[in-house]
């Protein structure tokens, strides 16, 4: 295809995508471009840590869990054009109990999403498999988490049933503790 120059603004209701072809099989694999939202439509709230909770699509929660209390998060359903956000307003160095992101329904995670975690103070992947609806943080009980303060998680649908899934974790050096884990 050749190259496409536009004069104004594109517009797609379903995120723009990216393909890869390995070479050796022909092989296609599809990558979403953009998971990271504009904010601007959004609204925000606040929400105090509980034991379980469901997030609004099109809302921006602050969540102030430390990892002293679990906290189990249902998304709400993956419909095209959802957008959900976790923004962390404290610091989670408050204990070691889990927060945990379940899809609703029979909705999943993207297939080889990708998200970072630690291991032996390192920075490592985690890589979602098929069929996966759990996103599980582990915190360590110290100030070294690198899911802090200002941290957001974004949950984006361009395909009815899937959640795709971005980042902005801590880039502190001294972030070396605390885990992800799609499950």
């Keep these: 295809m050749a190259n496409t120059t536009f004069n104004g603004p594109v517009r797609s209701e379903k995120g723009f995508q990216q ?15 953009g998971t990271k939202p504009d904010l601007t439509s959004l ?5 105090s840590t509980s034991a379980t909770l469901t997030y609004t699509v099109n809302v921006i929660t602050s969540n102030n869990y430390t990892g ?30 889990t927060l945990t992101f379940t899809c609703a329904g029979s909705d999943v995670y993207r297939t080889a999403s990708k ?3 630690t291991g032996s103070a390192l920075r490592e992947f ?7 609806t ?11 988490n690198l899911l802090t303060f200002g941290c957001n998680l974004y949950f984006t649908c ?15 050096v001294a972030s070396s503790t605390g885990t992800f884990a799609w499950s």
Excluded: C, M
Excluded at 158 to 172: C, K, P, R
């Design 19 to 33: 393909i890869n072809k390995a070479a050796s099989t022909g092989v296609i694999t599809k990558r979403f471009l």
């Design 43 to 47: 609204t925000a709230t606040s929400v």
């Design 68 to 97: 002293a209390a679990a906290q189990a998060v249902t998304l709400p359903s993956a419909t095209v054009g959802a957008v959900v956000i976790h923004n962390q307003s404290d610091d989670t160095a408050g204990g070691v109990l």
């Design 115 to 117: 998200v970072e975690s």
């Design 126 to 132: 985690d890589t979602s498999a098929a069929s996966e």
């Design 134 to 144: 759990i996103l599980t943080f582990t915190p360590a009980n110290a100030a070294t």
């Design 158 to 172: 361009f395909e009815e049933g899937t959640w795709n899934f971005a980042y902005d974790l801590s880039t502190d």
